[in-house]
Structure formats: structure tokens, C-alpha cells
């Protein structure tokens, strides 16, 4: 149990740190421009996007994955706080921040694809579990409910874009 706690604890920390590192690179005369190769993905057989998208307005884009970033970082948040045994806290940010509030319920309303809306409305509600599950203080069970949480982000991403 213990390590399966802290593989999740590691893979997340390397995404976070990937994150933080990548949002913090500056150009300065010491650090220079790093180039991407446009042919990075030269000879790769790269599938078809056959996801559905929602056809969303750029307002609607920039909104929605300003909501994704705030779930990964409340998600990368819930974790820390179970390593240092704040379950209570845990809580709090998983249902203030993941779970099935007005604003979140509105927002899966407002996208005009049914299964995208039972989708989020899903995720939130897993979410709200998870708030509770994490109230009992047990680590593995919290993190099982977070993986299952965690299950709705994979299951949206492989099945939708924007």
C-alpha cells in the first residue's frame, strides 16, 4: 500500500515540477531561446484526433482550460495534503475546488452535449466522495477514491476536445 502511495505521490510531483519548470523558463541573455524542431514527430505514426470536440468560442477554450489547470493543481494539492496526513484540508479543497458546486453544475450544463454534461456532472460527484472518503483519514481508501475521480479526467480527455 505504501508503495502504490507514494508511486502516485512521485508521478505526480515529476508532472507538477515538469509544470512549474516549464511555466517559470524565462528568456534572459544567460538562458537562450530553446528551439522546438518542427519535425519532432517526423517518422512517428501519429493517430487521427477522432475525439468529439464541442466546438467551443476561444472564450469558452480559454475558460475551460483555465478550469482543467485549477482541477490538476487542486488534484496535485489533495495529494501533498494526504502525504502530510492534513486529511481535513484534503477535504475541503477536494469538494470546494473538484467537487459538485452551482458554478461547476452550470458549467457542464452550458457546453449543448449531454454526454459531455453527465460526464463532468459524473467527475464532480465522484469528487464529493472523494471529500468524504478523505474525512475518514485513510490513505489508501483516499487514494482509491482519488483515482477513481482521477478516472473521469482520463475518460473525458480520451473522448473529447475542445
Known amino acids: 500500500m505504501k508503495h502504490h502511495y507514494f508511486f502516485v505521490l ?10 512549474a519548470q516549464k511555466s517559470e523558463q524565462k528568456e ?16 512517428m505514426d501519429i493517430p487521427e484526433d477522432n475525439r468529439i470536440s464541442l466546438d467551443l ?15 490538476l493543481v487542486a488534484v496535485q494539492t489533495i495529494v501533498e495534503l494526504i502525504a502530510k496526513n492534513d486529511f481535513d484540508l484534503a477535504s475541503k479543497v477536494a469538494h470546494s475546488q473538484l467537487g ?9 450544463a ?3 452535449n449531454k454526454d459531455f454534461e453527465d460526464l463532468g456532472l ?17 490513505p489508501k481508501k483516499s487514494l482509491e477514491a482519488l483515482s477513481v475521480t482521477m478516472n473521469y479526467c482520463i475518460n473525458c480527455h480520451a473522448n473529447y476536445r475542445q
Do not use: Y
Open 10 to 19: 512521485f508521478l505526480l510531483s515529476i508532472t507538477w515540477l515538469a509544470c
Open 110 to 112: 452550458s457546453f449543448g
Open 122 to 138: 459524473n467527475f464532480h460527484a465522484s469528487a464529493d466522495h472523494l471529500s468524504e472518503v478523505l474525512k475518514t483519514k485513510d
Open 28 to 43: 534572459t541573455p544567460e538562458s537562450p531561446k530553446i528551439e522546438q524542431k518542427a519535425d519532432l514527430h517526423e517518422g
Open 100 to 108: 459538485s458546486t452551482t458554478e461547476m453544475k452550470l458549467m457542464c
Open 57 to 71: 468560442l476561444p472564450k469558452q477554450k480559454r475558460h475551460q482550460l483555465q478550469n482543467m489547470r485549477s482541477h
